[in-house]
């Protein structure tokens, strides 16, 4: 079984920057697909990012430019460095694994205040 733990969300103002971090129990983090998913008040959950075992990124067009994901696979790390933050960026982040994605953590919150 694996256990993804996600931390680094907070309270920022519009424009402000923050970095989540996931990590990964087990031992199948370097062979698969990490994913950070969102999910706003009243609304479904929905891919932000993800990243591929070879290093290959996939973003949504409302994160593209200001948002980026990577990984550490030696530290079973996978990271989401939000920048230029906006109110509709406001949401649960969740990190999952595999694709489509088999394991969840159990989110982390980011709220951006204009």
């Known amino acids: 079984q694996v256990q993804l733990v996600e931390s680094g969300g907070g309270l920022v103002q519009a424009g402000g920057s923050l970095r989540l971090s996931c990590g990964a129990s087990g031992s199948i983090f370097s062979i698969n697909t990490m994913s950070w998913y969102r999910q706003a008040p009243g609304k479904q959950r929905e891919s932000v990012a993800y990243i591929g075992t070879g290093g290959d990124t996939n973003y949504a067009d409302s994160v593209k430019g200001r948002f980026t994901i990577s990984r550490d696979n030696a530290k079973k790390l996978v990271f989401l460095q939000l920048n230029s933050l906006k109110p509709e960026d406001t949401a649960v982040y969740y990190c999952?694994?595999?694709?489509?994605?088999?394991?969840w953590g159990q989110g982390t919150q980011v709220t951006v205040s204009s």
């Open positions: 999952a694994m595999g694709n489509p994605p088999y394991f």
